[in-house]
């Protein structure tokens, strides 16, 4: 979540600032409100993007045997188990979160709440599709959703200029308050994001822009109307949501309306959004890499469990049974560590001399040892993509490592790599979402003499319905 959170305020920093430094003095204002309203919602997407990239495997010769991994510590297969202490972060960061949240959100009830009641508790008039609001309160006329707020006396004696209400009704016609509303309530959500208030200041001015634009379309007086604005900047007293005359950016407009259009320009910065959409892409999701399965796997040597035409007495096979059932645990499975060497030894020579039938009838039976993995070296941009705590789980020579510890290796440091997806049921899944198993150098090393020296053989095997347990090597 933390990874999450960062890449949302990034991203929305470089949408910000393109336009800030792009877009923002162009007279193309109906793009640029599209541009902030939809990068504001992209800063929040982008990170949730994951492209998954598949990375070939070796193929399997035809004299191989498909590898299986066991984690073997002193001969015996087993499984691990992690305890973890709790974290307590983890649980007061989303109730501050929540605390947080919840205030601007009443904030946010607030302020609409008194501008809702004004509309209740005052006279209005119908303007157009719109309604005027008749307040007795010294203010300058504002705006919000279909309503236009403005001072009672003032209206009746025609103190307010058709330029001041045609710029209101501009902000009520193309819908501003709806804007202002889902910046609002991203800023209930993604209160930690400081840029919010940077799109907040920057739609407030386009909104500015446009109605300007709205208004000079219908009186073409620029000078006029630009005195007007400079009388109106002084009169502000108007509440948190609404559309208002402000002195601080009065400046910026009255430059916009004096400014004249380039089209090839407006082009030209329109077109160079597209490579900073795509930078962002790149930049702030998700890259995945995963092994891909081949096409096709040529057929596997097949080495056969040794078995005998006539199979073993009926003394034995009850011998095999009672040293099995002697093993079993309260569920009544075998447990592999209760077996000793001698017992893996007995049931071994048991094993190997019953016919095909009677192995099919057991609960423990041996299986023939796997050759050694090839040596398969990832790729640098693999291990990059691995750094990822979110989406892998990272082990080194059988050691559960950092993600952050693979900046401290190169592609070349390790000969082989196994990348394997996890299953919703397992106990790491949702902390990650593929298990990298690597071995160093050093380490492929010293398991590609122990599994060509050990002159193993067998593998023990407890079996479970169909499934295999647990299983054994012979030592």
Not at 40 to 55: C, E, G, K, R
Not at 166 to 172: K, P, R, S, T, W
Not at 264 to 282: G, N
Request: aromatic share 12%; charged share 20%; proline share 4%.
């Amino acid at each position: 979540m933390i990874t999450y959170i960062i890449k949302i305020v990034l991203c929305s920093a470089v949408f910000i600032f393109t336009y800030k430094l792009l877009l923002e003095k162009e007279k193309m204002h109906s793009f640029n409100r599209g541009y902030l309203l939809l990068s504001m919602l992209l800063s929040l997407v982008i990170p949730l993007l994951t492209f998954h990239y598949a990375t070939p495997t070796l193929p399997i010769s035809g004299d191989e045997i498909l590898p299986t991994n066991f984690i073997k510590e002193n001969n015996i297969v087993q499984e691990v188990s992690t305890i973890e202490k709790t974290d307590y972060t983890l649980l007061v960061l989303p109730i501050l979160y929540g605390l947080i949240s919840t205030f601007f959100l009443l904030r946010f009830i607030i302020n609409l709440n008194k501008i809702l009641a004004k509309t209740r508790n005052s006279k209005t008039i119908p303007f157009n599709n719109s309604q005027i609001v008749l307040t007795n309160e010294a203010l300058s006329p504002h705006s919000f959703l279909n309503y236009l707020f403005v001072n009672n006396q003032e209206y009746i004696c025609g103190g307010i200029e058709k330029e001041i209400l045609l710029h209101e009704y501009a902000h009520i016609q193309q819908r501003h308050s709806y804007d202002i509303l889902l910046i609002e309530i991203l800023q209930i959500v993604c209160w930690f994001n400081p840029f919010l208030l940077m799109y907040k200041k920057a739609i407030q001015l386009n909104h500015e822009f446009l109605a300007d634009e709205a208004v000079i379309n219908t009186y073409p007086n620029v000078a006029s109307y630009q005195y007007l604005l400079i009388e109106k900047a002084s009169k502000s007293n108007t509440y948190h949501l609404s559309s208002s005359f402000n002195y601080l950016i009065t400046k910026q407009r009255l430059i916009m309306m004096t400014k004249s259009k380039s089209p090839q320009k407006a082009l030209f910065k329109q077109l160079a959004v597209i490579p900073v959409l795509a930078i962002a892409i790149f930049a702030f999701s998700t890259k995945s890499f995963a092994q891909e399965k081949p096409s096709s796997f040529p057929k596997a040597k097949q080495i056969a469990v040794p078995a005998t035409q006539d199979g073993v007495s009926q003394a034995l096979l009850d011998e095999y049974e009672q040293i099995v059932n002697s093993k079993k645990n309260k569920k009544g499975i075998p447990s592999a560590l209760k077996f000793t060497e001698i017992d893996r030894k007995r049931l071994e020579t048991i094993y190997l001399s019953m016919s095909k039938a009677q192995q099919a009838k057991q609960l423990v039976t041996f299986v023939p040892s796997l050759p050694p993995f090839p040596k398969t070296v990832p790729t640098q941009e693999q291990i990059e993509a691995w750094k990822n705590d979110k989406i892998y789980g990272v082990w080194i020579d059988d050691k559960r490592v950092n993600n952050a510890v693979l900046n401290k290796y190169k592609n070349t440091d390790f000969a082989h790599e196994f990348v394997s997806k996890l299953e919703k049921n397992a106990i790491n899944y949702g902390k990650h979402y593929y298990q990298i198993d690597l071995m160093t150098n050093e380490g492929y090393e010293k398991y590609y003499k122990e599994e060509t020296t050990g002159g193993n053989r067998y593998y023990m095997s407890i079996y479970v319905g169909i499934k295999p347990r647990k299983m054994i090597k012979k030592s």
